[in-house]
């Protein structure tokens, strides 16, 4: 049976109102219209939303007070993890896609649900899915992914696996990604393609592992970063291949390594 949570919108402010009803459409959260001086029977809701002052006469409800410009996608993922963390039971099965890359598709589909779609880079990504356990609490929870490119796979699971791998409740799988196209997104849904694979990705079952998988970095994928480096900088700086091995390790972000660069040729040139 699809989750439904009930949600009611306490607003004087149609557009308000209506900006939040679009946003729920396609996901488990349904609107119901209530005036400021409207009573509201909260215990029929799972979350009441309001634009005015939470210091109100529905003590002991979950309230969510909100403003039209606080209004954005990922506010349904917030939504449901406020909701989700009040209730039991918890959601069956979190299953979250990783698609590995120079941007990484990163999705959670919950007991079936897409609920998140999004990309990280990789100094990010352990602090998105320890996000993602927060906002979806569920039984269980499969890390899968993808085997492509094969350097940056390796790195992102062993990543991974240093955080999560000792935690029983939580499995991580590779996916043969050849493999994994025969699942098909609906056409309307609003996924970039990372996101799309990462969906793919979280579809399809794949070996599990229960260690850290061999990794190097390939003298191609240094020179990729090299040449990344160039392009962000207005091909002022070259990161060396020190710098670019801790970029393709997740250990910094090619910003922060192009700033460190930065610093040491100052240095340099005041020596």
Known sequence: MPINYRIAIQTDDMRFYHKLSKLFEGSPLSAKFFALNQPIPFQKFD???????SNNNLSGS?????????????????????????????FKLLIVGVDPGEHIGLAAIC??????????????????????????PSEKVVIRIGDQPTSVSQVV??????????????????????YSSSKKIPPAEPFGSDETAAITIAHRSGKIK?????????????????????????NRITLDAELAQSVALGDISIEEAIKQKERQLEAKKNE
Request: cysteine-free; hydrophobic content about 40%; charged content about 25%.
């Open 157 to 178: 699971f062993n990543k991974l696996f240093t955080v999560f791998g000792n935690q029983d409740s939580i499995k991580l799988e590779i996916v043969q990604e050849a």
């Open 62 to 90: 979950p309230i969510l007070q909100l403003s039209f410009d606080q209004i954005h996608p990922h506010l349904v993922i917030k939504i449901i993890g406020i909701i989700a963390r009040k209730k039991e039971p918890k």
């Open 210 to 234: 229960n260690h850290l998988v061999r990794s190097f970095i390939p003298n191609g994928r240094i020179k990729e970063i090299q040449k990344w480096s160039r392009n962000l900088s207005n």
């Open 47 to 53: 979350l009441i939303i309001t634009t005015q002052d």
């Open 111 to 136: 007991d079936g649900m897409i609920l998140a779609a999004e990309t990280s880079r990789l100094p990010q990504l352990t602090k998105k899915i320890e996000e993602y356990l927060i906002l979806f």
